[in-house]
């Protein structure tokens, strides 16, 4: 009898229907749910999109003023490099050639030019055991001598101190002191690499006799002579110069010779000089 009371009310079509009823309006009310859901994730989702797009475009107006300031800067500073690109030293051979050292050459004497490069260490020995030999021979009036100050060695060390000396040695030379300040340069020149500092060179100027050294200093910060040294260390291809130290020995016919390097660096360079500046003696 029970079980035939359960069977009854199981297959009643009312109560079936009545319980299909309200399966529809849960998965319905789930239905809803799940759009709900979705929607907020879609909102979510708008936002962060909104958020990522301001962020980019504030990257990319912040980039954007940085490369319009970075312009002007640069546009400045071509402008003041500009106002002294013709500026060369008293001493110098014109806009872009070497400097030429004090004294009256006697007829027929060659002319002696030499480039250098303050950071090079075979500038330096041959500076050591020479540098006084080609000063005196200009000054006794044996040669002219033109001597032309590099600086591609910063690019292969890493540095500015070469383009650094040389202006100093232009600012050097406005006060009468180029030859001196050369030799005091390259008498304490450091390791390779380590360059020269700027209040080092300040002071090697005043070793060298530069008497105002307030004004070089300004001239140098200023890089009034950079577009001088930049010239002629442009006229290094042009000359067909391969390193440092190179000598090249000019007659007054017009013949030119590279002397040989490994005389300008062996035992006694000086007299090597000499000889070869008498013998293109007309």
Request: charged share 20%.
């Amino acid at each position: 009898m029970a079980t035939n009371k359960r069977a009854g009310r199981s297959g009643d079509p009312a109560r079936s229907g009545a319980a299909e009823d309200a399966r529809e309006a849960r998965r319905a009310k789930a239905a809803a749910l799940r759009r709900r859901e979705l929607a907020k994730e879609r909102s979510r989702r708008v936002v962060l999109v909104s958020a990522a797009v301001v962020l980019a475009l504030a990257v990319v107006a912040a980039i954007v003023v940085l490369v319009v300031r970075q312009r002007s800067q640069d546009a400045a500073q071509d402008e003041a490099a500009s106002t002294t690109e013709g500026v060369a030293p008293p001493s110098a051979d014109g806009e872009a050639g070497g400097y030429v050292l004090t004294g009256t050459p006697a007829a027929g004497a060659p002319t002696l030019d030499i480039w250098i490069d303050y950071q090079c260490p075979y500038c330096k020995q041959f500076e050591d055991a020479a540098g006084e030999t080609y000063v005196q021979l200009a000054a006794e009036g044996q040669a002219r001598v033109v001597v032309h100050t590099l600086t591609f060695l910063d690019a292969n060390l890493g540095n500015t101190a070469s383009q650094l000396a040389a202006e100093g040695a232009a600012a050097a030379d406005v006060q009468g002191r180029f030859a001196e300040y050369t030799e005091v340069v390259f008498g304490n020149q450091p390791e390779e690499g380590d360059g020269y500092a700027l209040q080092d060179l300040r002071d090697y100027a005043g070793e060298a006799g530069v008497t105002d050294l307030d004004a070089w200093q300004q001239a140098v910060e200023a890089h009034t002579y950079a577009g001088y040294v930049n010239r002629v260390e442009a006229q290094m291809a042009a000359a067909d110069v391969q390193g440092t130290p190179t000598v090249r020995l000019t007659t007054a016919a017009g013949e030119t010779t590279d002397l040989a390097v490994d005389e300008l660096l062996g035992s006694d360079p000086a007299t090597y000089l000499q000889a070869q500046v008498a013998a293109a003696t007309a």
